[in-house]
């Protein structure tokens, strides 16, 4: 099982994000939420890729927006 994640979620159950938008690159996602977005990455790094290693920070505005219903429209307006 996943390490716990925020609010004690699993990653793991995080899995939908990487199945929706997992070949989405992290300079796409840094269009949104700006530089230091899973700043470990390479810009070219897949969403999918990284999303286990990601740094709390980032993966709390994916999954806000996620369940808010706004990542789709967000990254499609950015690529």
Known sequence: MGQP???N????KDG???RKH???LIGTLRKIYGYGFAARFP???KLSDA???MDDRSLHQL???HQGGHLAHK???NE
């Open 51 to 53: 999303l286990a290693d």
């Open 63 to 65: 999954v806000h927006d």
């Open 75 to 77: 990254i499609s307006a």
């Open 43 to 45: 810009a070219t790094t």
């Open 16 to 18: 939908e994000i990487s």
């Open 9 to 12: 979620r699993h990653r793991d």
């Open 5 to 7: 994640g925020l609010d």
């Open 22 to 24: 997992g070949n989405t």
